[in-house]
Nanobody
Framework: QVQLVESGGGLVQAGGSLRLSCAASGRTLSSYGMGWFRQAPGAKRAFVARISWSGGSTYYADSVKGRFTISRDNAKNTVYLQMNSLKPEDTAVYFC???????????????????WGQGTQVTVSS
């Protein structure tokens, strides 16, 4: 099973930017769709963005569209989430996840993802 480790979280003022990274070990990610989810205190884990295994297709939650960008560098076995124009409501723990099966399409649902990182905290102050 792949191990995923997120990094890049932190405290930022509203309007600022952060770039999250998700590094994988134990398996190459190049054939897996990848996703980012977030969970705020007291809330369910919510979809943020996902990218196809080829990198050719990306999908975003309406709340982050136009502000966040998901990308992947298969040579580095890493997936990124560039977050711009951050808002206090973006405050959450952010998780990356890998699809359950190679070359399998995914939806925005967490049930399509079988490997998860431990999460990284993002806090946006107003």
């Amino acid at each position: 099973q792949v191990q995923l480790v997120e990094s890049g979280g932190g405290l930022v003022q509203a309007g600022g930017s952060l770039r999250l990274s998700c590094a994988a070990s134990g398996r190459t990610l190049s054939s897996y769709g990848m996703g980012w989810f977030r969970q705020a205190p007291g809330a369910k884990r919510a979809f943020v963005a996902r990218i196809s295994w080829s990198g050719g297709s990306t999908y975003y939650a309406d709340s982050v569209k136009g502000r966040f960008t998901i990308s992947r560098d298969n040579a580095k076995n890493t997936v990124y989430l560039q977050m711009n124009s951050l808002k206090p409501e973006d405050t959450a723990v952010y998780f990356c996840a890998a699809a359950r099966r190679p070359w399998a399409p995914t939806t925005n649902g967490p049930q399509d993802f079988g490997s998860w990182g431990q999460g990284t905290q993002v806090t946006v102050s107003s």
